[in-house]
């Protein structure tokens, strides 16, 4: 069959006469009205940056807890996450414990606290946390003895007993003190704080929606211009310097708020700025700026909390 006589934006290779339609705003994110699409990017790039930028900016960017926010089904704060991670916000013996936040499919939410175990020296210092699967000697080994541990989240007293088991075996000196109870809020709600970090995966993700709409609006011929190559390879290759091409900004971005000094966007504000002298594109976005990086959430159940000392 013939092609459609057209180079797909990214990778620059012939479209075949059926391609998959490549969603400005990637449909996870949520559903946009109007639902704006692109007929010039191959399969294969579709794919790639569905499984390879979409996934990661769903499940471990500020992207992921506002999707939570507004009821769509997922989860952020997984063992493995590095660039968002919710953290207890509230309680002095267990302040900056890692959580997972989940939501099913009718948008109920929940909060998990993962299981793990707390560490300060005295009574002045904030508790450091260490994940089950982290600890080891060499974190109990920072705590002298007199020092405070604390032992919280999990299913219930298997993992807490388990979690003593395994503190006993790289801090032979502890005494177990008991059980506490959690400062639990009337409503069962505890305040999380929001950790979080924009890395290279989630800036190619941002750059990849900005040139999106500007192939959209400006058309693919424009697009497929050969000075857009190095922007091209970032994107699809994950090739070249980050730095230049993605800026998270704190200040409004878009003129009328400018002018007025009134904020209308927190979040998912993309612009881009041709740069004719060097020849690239920036974005600028303001997806990482929310002005309140905390929020309260259920408890799913009530978090187990052993204290030794
Ligand atoms: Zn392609």
Same mark, same amino acid.
């Given at each position: 069959m013939a092609g459609s006589g057209n180079n797909c934006i990214y990778c620059r290779t012939p479209l075949p006469a059926k391609v998959p339609?490549?969603?400005?705003?990637?449909?996870?994110?949520?559903?946009?009205?109007?639902?704006?699409?692109?007929?010039?990017?191959?399969g294969e790039c579709n794919g790639h940056f569905g499984s390879k930028l979409e996934f990661q900016m769903l499940h471990d960017s500020l992207e992921g807890a506002r999707r939570l926010e507004f009821g769509l089904k997922g989860r952020i704060g997984s063992l493995g996450a590095r660039n968002i991670m919710p953290v207890i916000a509230e309680g002095d013996d267990w302040k900056g414990a890692?959580? #997972?936040?989940?939501?099913?499919?009718? $948008?109920?939410?929940s909060t998990y606290v993962l299981p793990q175990v707390g560490a300060r020296r005295n009574d002045s210092d904030d508790f450091e946390w260490c994940l089950e699967k982290d600890l080891a000697k060499e974190w109990a080994d920072k705590f002298p003895k007199g020092s405070q541990f604390r032992i919280v989240g999990g299913?219930?007293?298997?993992?807490?007993?388990?979690?003593?088991e395994k503190l006993k075996v790289v801090c032979p000196t502890f005494v177990y003190g008991g059980v506490m109870n959690p400062p639990f809020s009337e409503d069962g709600r505890?305040?999380?704080h929001l950790e979080t970090t924009i890395n290279?995966?989630?800036?190619?993700?941002l750059c990849k929606i900005a040139f999106n709409y500007m192939a959209f609006t400006c058309g693919h011929t424009f697009a497929t211009s050969r000075e857009f190559d190095d922007m091209? #390879?970032?994107?699809?290759?994950?090739? $070249?310097?980050e730095a230049g091409r993605v800026f998270v900004?704190?200040?409004?971005?878009?003129?009328?708020?400018?002018v007025t000094g009134q904020r209308g966007t927190d979040d998912?504000?993309?612009?881009?700025e041709g740069r004719p002298a060097d020849r690239t594109l920036q974005v600028s976005s303001s997806f990482g700026t929310v002005k309140r990086p905390s929020l309260k959430s259920k408890l799913m159940r009530e978090p187990f909390l052993s204290f030794i000392s």
């Open positions: 339609r490549e969603h400005l705003i990637p449909q996870s994110f949520g559903v946009f009205k109007p639902d704006l699409t692109l007929r010039c990017v191959c890692r959580t #997972q936040m989940r939501t099913v499919r009718d $948008g109920k939410e299913n219930g007293p298997e993992d807490n007993n388990r979690l003593v505890v305040l999380l290279r995966t989630q800036a190619r993700c091209r #390879q970032f994107i699809r290759y994950d090739a $070249g310097d900004k704190e200040k409004p971005i878009i003129a009328q708020e400018i998912h504000v993309l612009t881009v």
